[in-house]
């Protein structure tokens, strides 16, 4: 029994190396540097097509989104991708120069759902060399981000981005903001009347938490909550607050 496990073992590993290699070969070429594999690897839909304009490569994920086997993929002409993945996928993949910046594609999947992939064509030894990622996930965070937060704050690095996933400790300034004597207000105003002054208030608000590069974190009733020092941290958080 333990030889059996020991040769099981042994099947694996040499399995996991034959794959590292092939990878590398996809994305270092002749040259056999050597490819970290990850989950976002595994994930990441890669296809050559060879000079005679046909698919050479395809992995598991690559097929996974056409919805057909690799074999039935590899040998295929690069024309039949229109007929298996996204219109707008396809196309990218056609006609997207080489050796270009990373493009972002959004497409209908088969599923019905809309998303985000980005696209990187290169060139090497006559053969295109296409690696698609799934960037949906990020490209509504990201857009959350845009429209929650501070506009100077787009250009949030990826460091600073994590904050918002993960739970941190960090020295910040938080600000509690709301209308003076708004409950008596709210007894004399008409339902339109106070809607217009409670909107009024809270735009006048954010537009001052904006300018000292602050966050709003909520909004409850007539009060606002705002983060000073984060997710990006200012060492005079304290005066901006």
Request: hydrophobic content about 40%; glycine content about 8%; some cysteine.
């Amino acid at each position: 029994m333990d030889n059996e496990v020991a040769t099981g073992v042994n099947q694996l590993q040499a399995e996991n190396e034959r794959l590292k290699g092939q990878l590398a070969a996809l994305h270092g070429g002749a040259d056999g540097h050597s490819a970290a594999v990850s989950i976002g690897g595994i994930e990441t839909m890669t296809l050559r097509l060879g000079a005679d304009g046909r698919v050479e490569y395809a992995n598991s994920a690559m097929a996974h989104l056409a919805g057909v086997e690799k074999s039935a993929l590899v040998g295929a002409d690069v024309s039949s991708l229109h007929q298996c993945l996204p219109e707008e996928l396809a196309r990218a993949v056609v006609s997207l120069p080489p050796d270009t910046a990373a493009t972002h594609v959004t497409a209908i999947t088969s599923a019905g759902q809309r998303a985000t992939f980005q696209v990187k064509v290169t060139a090497r030894g006559g053969h295109r060399d296409v690696v698609i990622k799934d960037v949906s996930d990020e490209h509504r965070f990201r857009a959350y981000v845009e429209r929650y937060v501070s506009r100077e704050l787009t250009t949030l690095s990826e460091d600073e981005l994590q904050s918002f996933k993960f739970p941190e400790r960090r020295a910040m300034t938080v600000s509690f903001g709301d209308l003076r004597g708004f409950t008596e207000l709210s007894e004399r105003l008409s339902p339109e009347e106070l809607r217009g002054t409670v909107n009024a208030y809270l735009e006048e608000a954010m537009e001052a938490i904006n300018a000292k590069q602050g966050t709003v974190d909520k909004i409850v009733g007539d009060e606002v909550m705002a983060l000073f020092g984060a997710p990006r941290h200012y060492a005079d958080h304290a005066l901006r607050g």
